[in-house]
């Protein structure tokens, strides 16, 4: 798959959100997570809900890191996820869990996000 950025916006979930942008975030569906830099986070007055949550990098080095909540947008896209609050030297990505809130694909093609589709419902019987 071709690797890939978006522009995003993310807010503090709240009656009346105020947006923060974050410019060239990473799609990777690789990453069940989306790691926003903690600065960003700050910003945007998301704060800490987990702290020193255990992840393993594709290195397969163990880190930490703190995880708090965000209202996600990405063009016609929005979801409420659960948001890291990267490192200097980590990756700033888009994560998996976010593409399915979103309920989106890659189409790696034309290196952008479409829209899944209808979502699967309860079975009837």
Request: contains cysteine.
């Amino acid at each position: 798959m071709g690797i890939f950025a978006v522009n995003l916006q993310i807010a503090k979930p709240m009656s009346r959100p105020s947006f923060v942008q974050v410019r060239r975030i990473i799609v990777d569906t690789g990453s069940e997570a989306t790691w926003i830099p903690a600065d960003t986070l700050r910003k945007a007055r998301i704060t800490v809900r987990k702290k020193d949550q255990s992840f393993v990098m594709a290195n397969g080095e163990h880190v930490t890191r703190n995880v708090g909540y965000a209202i996600i947008r990405c063009g016609k896209f929005e979801t409420i996820d659960e948001v890291v609050f990267a490192q200097p030297d980590d990756l700033h990505l888009l994560g998996a869990r976010t593409l399915e809130g979103f309920n989106a694909v890659v189409d790696a093609r034309g290196k952008k996000l479409v829209a899944a589709g209808p979502m699967p419902a309860a079975a009837v019987g």
